[in-house]
């Protein structure tokens, strides 16, 4: 991002500078101060972020007279309008109906019998199967919701602490949206012009090192606790015949990156052809019902209309702070505080984890990933590396207290307080934390396969 | 989300007045879910159809991206309602931190006014938007207000819902 | 008074640095009473959802495509009718007829849309991943990329006698990779841009498109500047254009040679007569224009 050059000290035109002290700056602090307010009223009282950011959209509609209603209401609807953005319910359509096809039922048969033999099974279990489903399924929520009602209760029968086992699964369904196919990958890449295909890419291997880092994590504490200790009973089923079960769905990544990558479909493509391909399971297994089915596809259309009214309102909002030229105001401040990459990445993924707190990951994927991209690449960081760090960064929001929607789904279904959750989450947390230290400072890890 | 126990704070109809705008709302999102399932199936259907038609018989489909992306607008805005219904747009859940039943039910009651206005505005200014548009998709040379109707559309059964969620969040008894 | 000036192009397009260098001259030239604040990269939105904003009332210039203002005043479209212009000179000749002065009217009333200026934007030639084409008949039976847009199918249908498939810009590269698709057509820039010589080995120049693209302003916000600022911001357009079609001009024959050098066989023999003669079926697909518009303009054209 270039300063503001000398034979144009502060000139208004200039595309990336912004001129300290001016009147519109002023006034462009004093509507950020007056909107800061509003966000935390309308948190409090519980609106749903997508309204908030809509609400925020319409303070400036209303007080500045160049932000035309009609042009937001355009803004609105254009945020809908890109075929990439199909892959998101296409995406989530695909785990949903991977979870009723019967394939996760063999799945979860073959990474019981993987993890049978070490320190707390079932809690190796649960990360080892969010791992072998993320190749199908889209979103840590789906996970999440699945694993809390079909993993957490096993796991209470051996004696794990009701609110460990929430916590770990939340944190493990972490662990579905870096390996692709994963909805915040495609946002950033959508908002931020980088490469899909390339970003799939980049976060199979910082996927799979997340769940190395959980799994080592879980050794350690199932341990020292004595839970759930290592069964050296004969495996039930031959291991063999369970990966064979197992198999569709380490199939359908490695499908979709082969396809992508060379060229046979879009990524949105992708995702139709796992629609199809999940059917053909549903159709072959026989194990659903259409009552089912239909609840896949509802609660499809329910979870797309959530997340897409986050973006589309994202979308707008995004517009006006760049209407006010916001973003060039931020990356000034950022670039001002410091220059070397490494750092510059630790910064964002800082704002990240703070901005998490609150907000949803998906809202801060579009907002903040392309606010930062100028400043970040100007470092000379790598697109790809710096959407990799973003993107894991983003979904840690989903489980950090107070807001978070992937500790809501578990915690809604185990019926564990959000109190409680934190006090177990914690450890989890930090060990995330190093994951994402590794990424920012290794920065071959999510570029090797990318550029491959 | 297809497991999450709503996290609305409506109660369960106990009053007779209470259990027709409960079955008021069941009918509609009977309706609008039908509507909105339909359409993702076709979106699905056109999605992969759009592949085939390129890759195997080398005949594609010149509107497929334009069509596709405008059904996927409908689905989302009038699928609003039915996330709605489901308690799927999450925000902040504290307020149950407020001791006073009656502050809480001003505070929740004020809220879903609050709502309410904001959704009804932008029903209107979509509203107004359709009626000023002059914008063509070019693929398929019809009006932008195919594609444009989907926002009030989508925001009226949300000012809809909304509605009739609020004498119950104000007056009915929990249940 | 603050005027945002939008376009799809990055910071370093030559239409961003000439906006650039209008913005300070008409800030300089009203004592900063008018400034324009640029906005590259489709910051503000698509071509289309510029104009429309324009059309709204919102305090804009755009640098948009003629088929955005089509939506509004159809026969607009026949600017970048394929195969019109012998040169850029008969294109300004055209541009300056009292056939475009009455749309340009029809635009700013029914539209908002005050056109300030036009520019050469880019030449747009025909390439191919391993056919060498002259003649229409060499590029029939092509799957070749294109926008969605009604000129642009009928002319790969019409003229082209390929099939029109459209595709998203990025997924290109790939597609030519792949044999998805065999031919696009595109200004030479944007080719490198793509890197699409790596997987198409002709670039024929059949100059098939003069891509002319106006600068539109809210013609609300141009009537409330006073006449002296008008003429300013008039002037200072007219030699935004003027920049930034000899840069575009410049950039063509540039395009060419880099292609050349990185390997692509650059086909300049070609039967555009050929080609042009089976242009004048795409004017059926336009219905909506006025009658006898094509032949009006080619008269024109033809003076
Ligand atoms: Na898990
Ligand atoms: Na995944």
Redesign the pocket.
């Known amino acids: 991002m270039p300063r503001c050059r000398s034979a144009l000290p502060c000139s208004p035109s200039s595309t990336y500078c912004a001129c300290p002290g001016s009147r519109s700056q002023n006034r462009a602090r004093a509507m950020l101060a007056l909107i800061a307010v509003a966000f935390v009223v309308l948190l409090v009282v519980g609106v749903p972020i997508g309204l908030i950011l809509i609400s925020l959209s319409v303070i400036y509609v209303l007080l500045d007279p160049a932000i035309m209603d009609l042009a937001f209401a355009q803004r609105v609807i254009a945020g809908t309008q890109s075929f990439p953005l199909l892959a998101v319910p296409l ?1 989530i359509l695909t785990g949903e109906l991977m979870n009723i096809s019967g394939i996760t039922r063999r799945v979860m048969t073959f990474a019981a019998l993987v993890t049978q033999r070490m320190s707390g099974g079932l809690a190796q279990t649960n990360i080892l199967l969010s791992t072998l489903l ?6 840590a929520n789906g996970d999440a919701a699945m694993q809390a009602k079909i993993l957490v209760p096993e796991m209470s029968k051996r004696g794990y602490p009701l609110a460990y086992s929430t916590a770990l699964t939340a944190t493990s369904a972490l ?8 909805i915040g990958l495609i946002l950033f890449g959508f908002v931020t012009d980088t490469s899909i295909g390339r970003l799939f890419a980049g976060a199979i291997l910082p ?1 799979l090192l997340l769940a190395a880092v959980l799994m080592i994590y879980t050794y350690f504490v199932t341990k020292k606790n004595r839970w759930d200790p290592p069964n050296h009973e004969p495996r039930e089923t031959p291991l063999g015949k369970a990966f064979l079960g197992a198999l569709p769905a380490i199939m359908l ?1 490695i499908l979709i990156i082969v396809g992508i990558r060379f060229g046979i479909f879009t990524p949105s493509e992708a995702a139709a052809v796992a629609v199809l391909y999940t059917g053909v399971f549903i159709a072959v297994y026989r194990e659903a019902s259409w009552k089912q089915i239909w609840t896949a596809l509802r609660s499809t259309v329910v979870t797309t209309a959530a997340i897409l009214l986050v973006l589309a309102a994202s979308a707008a909002f995004s517009w006006i702070l760049t209407f006010e030229r916001v973003p060039q105001m931020v990356g000034g401040a950022m670039l001002a505080s410091t220059e070397n990459p490494l750092l510059m990445l630790a910064l964002v993924g800082a704002i990240i984890f703070i901005a998490g707190l609150f907000i949803e990951g998906t809202a801060l994927i579009l907002i903040l990933g392309p606010m930062f991209l100028p400043v970040v690449t100007s470092l000379g960081i790598d697109p790809v590396h710096y959407g990799v760090v973003f993107v894991l960064m983003a979904h840690l929001g989903g489980i950090t207290p107070p807001v978070g929607t992937v500790m809501f789904t578990a915690c809604t279904i185990t019926r564990v307080s959000i109190i409680d959750f934190a006090k177990a989450v914690w450890p989890y947390i930090i060990a995330y934390l190093v994951v994402a230290a590794l990424l920012i400072m290794i920065p071959q890890i999510s570029t090797f396969l990318a550029y491959l | 989300m297809t497991d999450v126990v709503p996290q609305t704070l409506v109660p369960p109809p106990t009053q007779g007045w209470s259990r027709a705008l409960e079955r008021a709302e069941f009918w509609i999102d009977r309706l609008v879910s039908v509507l909105t399932v339909g359409t993702l199936v076709f979106m699905v259907g056109l999605v992969f159809y759009a592949v085939v038609m390129r890759y195997v018989f080398s005949a594609p489909l010149v509107y497929s991206y334009d069509l596709s992306t405008m059904l996927f607008a409908w689905i989302v805005f009038v699928g609003l309602f039915v996330a709605e219904r489901d308690g799927a747009h999450i925000g902040l859940d504290i307020l149950y931190l407020i001791k006073s039943e009656g502050l809480r039910r001003a505070v929740i009651a004020l809220r879903q006014v609050f709502m309410i206005a904001l959704a009804a505005y932008m029903t209107y200014i979509s509203t107004v938007l359709i009626l000023r548009t002059g914008m063509q998709i070019s693929s398929m040379r019809i009006s932008a207000r195919w594609l444009y109707a989907s926002l009030p559309v989508g925001f009226a059964l949300l000012t809809l819902i909304y509605l009739l969620r609020l004498p119950r969040l104000a007056l009915a008894k929990q249940g | 008074q603050t005027i945002r000036f939008a376009h799809m192009n990055s910071p370093t397009h030559f239409v961003n640095t000439a906006a650039e260098t209008m913005a300070a001259n008409v800030a300089e030239r009203t004592n900063g009473e008018v400034t324009i604040e640029l906005y590259p990269s489709g910051q503000l939105g698509e071509n289309a959802q510029i104009t429309e904003q324009i059309t709204l009332g919102g305090d804009l210039i755009g640098q948009v495509g003629v088929g955005t203002i089509a939506d509004y005043v159809p026969d607009f479209s026949i600017i970048v009718y394929p195969f019109m212009y012998p040169d850029f000179e008969a294109a300004q000749r055209f541009l300056a007829s009292d056939l475009i002065k009455e749309l340009e009217a029809q635009a700013e009333q029914a539209a908002n849309a005050k056109v300030l200026c036009y520019l050469h934007f880019g030449v747009r030639d025909l390439y191919t991943r391993d056919r060498e084409v002259r003649t229409p008949d060499d590029s029939a039976g092509l799957s070749i990329r294109v926008q969605p847009v009604t000129i642009y199918t009928e002319m790969v249908e019409k003229v082209m006698q390929g099939a029109p498939t459209p595709m998203p810009w990025p997924e290109v590269y790939s597609a030519l990779a792949q044999g998805v698709i065999d031919a696009a057509e595109a200004p030479p820039s944007a080719i490198l841009d793509q890197s699409h010589q790596e997987h198409a080995r002709f670039l024929i120049q059949t100059n098939h498109m003069l891509d002319i693209s106006p600068l539109v302003m809210s013609a609300s916000l141009f009537n409330s500047l006073s006449p002296e600022y008008q003429a300013i911001v008039q002037e200072e357009a007219d030699a935004a254009c003027q920049n930034m079609s000899e840069a575009s001009m410049a950039s063509y024959e540039g395009g060419i040679e880099e292609l050349a050098s990185q390997g692509m066989t650059i086909i300049s023999d070609v039967d555009r007569e050929a080609f042009a003669a089976r242009a004048g079926a795409i004017a059926e697909a336009f219905p909506e224009w006025s009658e006898g518009l094509y032949d009006r303009a080619r008269e024109i054209i033809a003076q």
């Open positions: 995406f993320a190749g199908m399924s889209g979103s662990i579905a949206p870096m390996i692709p196919p994963g996927g990544p």
